[in-house]
Nanobody, 116 residues
Framework: QMRLVESGGGLVLAGGSLRLSCAASGRNLRNYAMGWFRQAPGKEREFVAG????????DYADSVKGRFTISRANTKNTVYLQMNSLRPEDTAVYYC?????????WGQGTQVTVSS
């Protein structure tokens, strides 16, 4: 079993920055493609960013391209999401996801609130 724990969320003014972390235990993250998703109140969970096993490939939702950066530190078993130029519409609970060959793992989420 893998356990994912997100941290780094909080309240920030529009235009500000936050860095989210996703720390894994129980399994080595280096075997998993990783992603960040978010869910705003009343909306479905949506993809934000993804990174390949070796970190060589990344993908972003159009809404965050140029503002968010996903990275991973396999030696620390941690994945990050650097969020810059935050907007009120980025307000959501952010979830970390580990995509395995047989199942996916999810963290409990961290709240990000951007005030205007």
């Amino acid at each position: 079993q893998m356990r994912l724990v997100e941290s780094g969320g909080g309240l920030v003014l529009a235009g500000g920055s936050l860095r989210l972390s996703c720390a894994a235990s129980g399994r080595n993250l280096r075997n998993y493609a990783m992603g960040w998703f978010r869910q705003a109140p009343g909306k479905e969970r949506e993809f934000v960013a993804g990174i390949s096993v070796n970190g060589g490939n990344t993908d972003y939702a159009d809404s965050v391209k140029g503002r968010f950066t996903i990275s991973r530190a396999n030696t620390k078993n941690t994945v990050y999401l650097q969020m810059n130029s935050l907007r009120p519409e980025d307000t959501a609970v952010y979830y970390c996801n580990a995509e395995g060959s047989s199942r996916n793992y999810w963290g409990q989420g961290t709240q990000v609130t951007v005030s205007s």
